[in-house]
């Protein structure tokens, strides 16, 4: 199939093409481009709240000039987004000790260590972020997040998330790996990433050997949600990582008028375990303000990976898993499982005892 934003539309050779740093460059021009095709406004109340990213390398994975394409549904715009939804639904601000550290679970928290992507999803769970966007940590938020780790023996894995931690150069990706790495009792780093997806030029060899070789064992949870984004560009950048020693999961979000049928479910999980990617989550689309067009309702969600079950290897299944509200912590729930209906919701029980209602 042809692409509708053909990599020869940009003019530029090889060498532009596979640097990552043009990539990103041209990642803001790239949405005006979109922006002119499907003839939506920069000024539109939608692009001002929410502004457009999208790398030439992710629109050229588009197969038709539509809204409805699975890759443009996922970086362009949408009127839907104005409506509904609640900016930090989870409450992760209220686990803060320290800025950009959410410390939810006893074992593990979470450093954001930019705002900063290289394409701007439109499901983003972090739509709150979109009106302050940081670069790199400062040393004092960096200093203050490693020291709070320190105090914490508990703690003994940090998601290294953002935004995209693999927008950053390399330089400042290692110091902060390298910080971390200083914690003794920390037994791991799990870098939270769509690069992969959106820009896998970002995995040269040299950033893998930094994230291979920073003295703690490193996962990266990559970000793929359509088979159609399952490239030999990301298959070989999947490969870079393997080769230096970083195994590679993924947690796709369920989206509506993405990928909410069971087909393309299928192809999407056995062709990540084919590219050597084990699929880890399916999440359920979180009630988050500027995403709710996206939500399918989890009785779809059990729909599908029971249509999936024990029809696609177990390898290939994910866990289907969603957060609760009143920072009640994540859910999994298993294909056939029964439901207990509450009011206009389903209740749940979090892994603390609380029952909480999820809508
Ligand atoms: C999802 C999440 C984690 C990681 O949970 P896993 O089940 O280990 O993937 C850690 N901290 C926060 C705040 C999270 O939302």
């Not at 104005?82 to 550290?101: K, N, Q």
Request: aromatic letters at 8%.
């Amino acid at each position: 199939m042809g692409s509708v934003f053909d990599r020869k539309d940009w003019g530029v050779g090889d060498a532009e093409w596979d640097d990552w740093h043009w990539q990103l460059r041209e990642s803001w021009r790239t949405a005006q481009r979109v922006m002119d095709a499907l003839g939506l406004r920069a000024d539109s109340e939608v692009c001002r709240r929410y502004p457009m990213q999208a790398t030439p390398y992710y629109l050229s994975l588009a197969q038709s000039l539509g809204v409805m394409d699975p890759i443009l549904r996922q970086c362009v715009a949408s009127e839907e987004e104005l409506h509904g939804g609640m900016p930090d639904p989870f409450g992760e601000e209220a686990y803060s000790p320290v800025p950009r550290l959410v410390h939810r679970y006893p074992d593990r928290a979470l450093f954001m260590t930019t705002s900063r992507c290289a394409t701007h999803c439109r499901h983003c769970m972090r739509k709150r972020n979109w009106q302050c966007f940081d670069g790199k940590p400062s040393e004092d938020v960096l200093v203050a997040a490693v020291d709070y780790v320190s105090k914490h023996r508990e703690i003994r894995e940090i998601l290294i998330s953002g935004g995209d931690p693999l927008t950053l150069d390399d330089d400042d990706i290692a110091h902060v790996l390298k910080a971390f790495a200083t914690v003794d009792h920390l037994e791991m780093l799990r870098i939270g990433s769509r690069v992969p997806v959106v820009m896998p030029q970002r995995l040269t060899d040299s950033l893998c050997e930094i994230l291979g070789g920073c003295g703690k064992t490193v996962w990266l949870a990559a970000h793929f949600n359509h088979p159609a984004e399952l490239s030999e560009e990301s298959r070989l950048a999947v490969e870079r990582l393997l080769r230096h020693g970083v195994p590679v999961v993924n947690q796709s979000v369920l989206l509506k008028g993405v990928n909410d049928d069971a087909e393309t479910l299928r192809l999407l999980f056995t062709g990540l375990l084919k590219m050597k990617v084990k699929p880890y989550y399916l999440f359920h689309g979180d009630p988050i303000e500027g995403t709710m067009h996206f939500r399918t309702g989890v009785e779809r969600g059990l729909e599908l990976m029971a249509a999936l079950r024990n029809r696609v290897s177990g390898m290939a299944m994910p866990a289907f898993s969603f957060d609760l509200p009143e920072s009640g912590g994540k859910i999994r729930l298993e294909p056939g499982c029964e439901l207990e209906k509450a009011g206009d919701g389903f209740a749940f029980t979090s892994f603390e005892g609380r029952r909480i209602i999820y809508r």
